[in-house]
């Protein structure tokens, strides 16, 4: 059973920057794609970005270039640098990992971007 926990959300103000991590209490190396969902109040929960096992990155159009994904294998962590955010990027952000068709979550961490 993969365990994922993020950290490093917090208030900021738009225009600001944060950094997300997301540390595996397992090697990541294995896992097919690790990425972010995030869940605003009231709305669905929305993709906003992956990275593959072999470094392949994708993100939604409403975070392309401003957020950037990366993973360290050798820290089992996948970091996700958030820059000139909007109070639209407000919402719970979450970790998974996906792994020949398992997904496991984090419990999520809270983005709140003020105007």
């Known amino acids: 059973q993969v365990q994922l926990v993020e950290s490093g959300g917090g208030l900021v103000q738009a225009g600001g920057s944060l950094r997300l991590s997301c540390a595996a209490s397992?090697?990541?190396?294995?896992?097919?794609?690790m990425g972010w969902y995030r869940q605003a109040p009231g709305k669905e929960r929305e993709l906003v970005t992956f990275?593959?096992?072999?470094?392949?990155?994708n993100y939604a159009d409403s975070v392309k270039g401003r957020f950037t994904i990366s993973r360290d294998n050798a820290k089992n962590t996948v970091y996700l640098q958030m820059n000139s955010l909007k109070p639209e990027d407000t919402a719970v952000y979450l970790c998974?990992?996906?792994?020949?068709?398992?997904?496991?979550w984090g419990q999520g961490t809270q983005v709140t971007v003020s105007s």
């Open positions: 397992g090697s990541i190396s294995s896992m097919n794609r």
């Open positions: 990275i593959t096992s072999g470094g392949t990155t």
């Open positions: 998974y990992s996906l792994r020949m068709g398992q997904i496991h």
